[in-house]
């Protein structure tokens, strides 16, 4: 009988602890937009708080009320933070209650119009030739791309200076 209310006008915060205009941004807002019908037009604030590994964004819903409306995307680094960092603010497997799966979203390596690389066959060897000398951006210490970009280093036995940012947003640019 409670729940006949919710929201009740009172807007929804969806946090994502990564840079705005990413991937995990993209969904969240894609799913705040299909969330907005069933739930009779009620707003839904999409907020970014990026920075450490998702950690920051994370803390912030574990200390938020426990009411329905502070809402948590995220994607595998929440699973990597608890072995990447000694202390957390927050226990994942207690403060934090799984809703579902929302999209899985594919890896994907890109580079600039000029690298002298046409497909991976190229870039493979021309990373091997480089090796040490190529950077490799990443969303933040612990995120997808971070250890996607490890096993992809350990893969080709080539080694690149991880270069990681606050959000795939920023580390496209």
């Known amino acids: 009988a409670h729940a006949q209310d919710f929201p009740g006008g ?3 915060t969806i946090v994502v602890p990564f840079a705005a205009g990413g991937p995990t941004d993209r969904v969240a807002r894609d799913l705040a937009e299909a969330m907005q019908k069933p739930l009779g037009g009620n707003p839904i604030v999409i907020e970014n708080a990026a920075g450490a590994g998702s950690t920051i964004g994370n803390a912030k819903v574990a200390r938020a ?3 329905g409306y502070t809402l948590l995307v995220t994607h595998v680094g929440m699973a ?3 072995v990447l960092y000694r202390k957390l603010s927050y226990n994942y497997e207690t403060d934090f209650e799984y809703l579902g799966m929302i999209n899985d979203v594919p890896m994907t390596l890109i580079g600039k119009p000029q690298l002298e690389a ?3 066959k190229e870039l493979r060897e021309w990373i091997g030739k480089n090796s ?3 950077n490799l951006a990443n969303a933040g210490i612990g995120s997808a791309s971070h250890l996607c970009g490890l096993i992809f280093q350990s893969e080709i036995k080539a080694e690149m200076t991880t270069v990681p940012y606050k959000g795939t947003a920023p580390a496209i640019a």
Do not use: A, L, R, Y
Request: proline share 13%.
């Open 132 to 134: 040490g000398k190529v």
């Open 118 to 120: 046409n497909n991976f």
């Open 10 to 12: 009172k807007p929804i």
């Open 80 to 82: 990597t933070t608890p």
């Open 65 to 67: 009320k426990n009411d």
